[in-house]
DNA sequence: ATGAAAGCGCTAACAG
DNA sequence: CTGTTAGCGCTTTCAT
């Protein structure tokens, strides 16, 4: 590989002036210098070496995102979005998963840190407020993604969940259903999770309707979970009319638990669930779901970091707020 | 930042002793002295500076990967499987996707080099011959994924599609079936592609059944173009009993024109599909497909070329080649 | 068993 | 307008 001395030589000036070149500082360069110093990039081929660049200058244009659970078809479409946007602005996107383990999410932060990523996306476990703290303190430049971490200062991304909680409910209230279950995986500091049941318990009380631990179902965040939790709730002495699944995976279990135990959906049970993908429409039955911008979120949190790194100057944290769909199939009817 | 500099000041030592406790090389070093390096690297909270090692020793432990089409869900199980493995040896991994664009594809592989990956997973768009032979040429270590590419002599990691081709028109044949369509997207120098039509004739061929250019339906590369594929198959003079679908994308599409026009699956037409994942026991009907091992290829695929980074000398190039799996469920059955 | 010194490829004052 | 020089933080001979 040809160095920028090479191409000094092969110009006839100096390294300097084939570096103001790289770096398009061409304020006091004179045109033949100019033209000397391109031809000679183009006949070596030269590319500078990033690695020297990066060491000198400190910065590598490169991005890390670490995702929670990168087998979340959510992501494969985020990460379209992300990956858009980086190369949109000549970023390299590094990625890793935490598959939800505190651990391993340490882990991909510090190796991100250590390649020298120029900054971070995190869709964080809820688990390493130290580290998130840490990354304040140093002002490494970060955002969060789909989940934010209250009592941490940092720019988000997130998807309005309150509000995606609160259609479901409007939409199966508006049915006729009174007795309204929820499925979730343990709340665990993620900020999505909470505000889903925030959604539904602020929704049961502005329709005036009972809120009933008994129709909250915290689901082991292991696969099969989701059946037993549905098979539970229609046992109750009043089972609910209407189950609303706040996961992607739990909507496939409750389904799986439908087909089990030969419920009919929407006859037997009203089923409503989060995520909607481009099987959802084929699933028996179409599933009505809520429709997260997926691929928005993505181009939004790599545009707000990136624009972060470019000017380091303190500004204040910032939140980008974005809407979720109610799409409605046939899943859910009128209550028996 | 802390540097060896700093950690040689507070220990005492040299810079080049510092070195040798980082890399490990402790042959010849006084276990006090060890001693006395660790406990500086530690009280600093020291990490060595990886850009300027790898500006040093050329290696940059992070591999790249791209994909040609990121929004395909099999690619994020896959990726889980890469991810896991480059953690398990400590490599970075940088993603991109090309979206079946060769431009994209060459930007993206330039990028990765630029970045100075040390090997690159390419899942290749099949249009980039001379970029695939620079590779090589230069030695660059690499391995195709998924798709491999013929006048290329690389490592690969693929699945066998010719016989996941054969286990459906097995299936479908002992099921009765003599008129059996195939729907695909153009072959495009694509191996699986190409493959899997051709396991498609050699099924025929060995079943002694006729081949018919009216049964084999090229879809352009958009979305919708299924549906319309299927239609047309359905209102051929003799229409198929069964239709093989060899894209998830297809395989949804399929689903749609029935709906549409009307068709019950599989009373009216049977159908089987590419690539199974966790929504398909679900959809209507459930459809029975071939099954890929993603997870595994993403494994070995890490495997593989970070073993080749490793030992650098002249190996054999090297195909490791999967087994897919047949799963039957109801969108099959014996023709009318 | 350890240190001195050169240099990886580049950028950025500073001179001139 | 262009060149000289001094590093960025590390590894690696080569001495001792």
């Known amino acids: 590989m040809p160095t920028i001395y090479d191409v000094a ?3 006839g000036v100096s390294k300097s002036s084939v570096s103001r070149v790289i770096n398009k500082r061409f304020e006091y360069m004179r ?44 992501w494969a479409e985020l990460l379209n979005g992300v990956q858009e946007e980086c190369m949109r602005s000549g ?4 990625v890793s998963s935490s598959n939800e383990k505190p651990e391993l999410e340490r882990e991909n932060i510090a190796i991100l840190r250590n390649k020298k990523a120029d900054g971070l996306i995190i869709n964080n476990t809820g688990q390493n407020q130290d580290i998130y703290q840490d990354l304040v303190k140093e002002k490494y430049p970060f955002v969060f993604l789909d989940r934010t971490y209250q009592d941490v200062q940092a720019d988000s991304v997130l ?18 259903h009174r ?12 900020s999505p999770r909470i505000e889903r049941l925030e959604g539904y318990k602020q929704a049961l009380a502005e ?24 098979q539970e709730l229609l046992s109750l002495p009043e089972p609910p009319t209407a189950i609303f699944s706040t996961h992607a995976f739990l909507n496939l279990e409750l389904l799986a638990a439908a087909k089990k135990s030969g419920w009919h959906i929407p006859k037997d049970v009203s089923i409503i669930g989060y995520d909607d993908f481009p099987w959802v429409p084929f699933l028996a039955p179409p599933l009505s779901t809520v429709s997260q911008p997926a691929h928005k979120m993505g181009v939004q949190a790599a545009a707000l970091i990136i624009n972060k790194i470019k000017r ?7 939140t980008i707020l974005l809407e979720p769909t109610l799409i409605v199939r046939e899943s859910c009817s009128p209550p028996q």
Chains 1, 2 share one sequence.
């Not at 991005?63 to 078809?73: E, F, Y």
């Not at 008994?214 to 099969?224: D, F, M, N, Q, T």
């Not at 380091?312 to 910032?318: A, D, Q, T, W």
């Open 9 to 11: 030589k092969k110009a």
């Open 31 to 74: 045109d033949d210098t100019k033209k000397k110093i391109l031809d000679a990039i183009e006949e070596l081929n030269y590319t500078p070496n990033s690695l020297a660049q990066s060491l000198k200058t400190n910065r590598t244009k490169v991005i890390g995102i670490v995702l929670s659970d990168i087998a979340n078809p959510l």
């Open 91 to 94: 970023y390299g996107l590094m």
């Open 159 to 176: 998807v309005n969940n309150i509000l995606g909680a609160k259609k479901v409910m409007k939409h199966l209230i508006n049915q006729g």
């Open 179 to 190: 007795r309204i279950a929820i499925v979730l995986y343990p709340t665990e500091n993620k």
């Open 207 to 230: 329709n005036q309707l009972p809120f009933s631990q008994e129709l909250v179902k915290i689901c082991a965040p292991i696969r099969g979970s989701g059946i037993q939790a549905a």
């Open 312 to 318: 380091k100057r303190e500004v204040k944290s910032k």
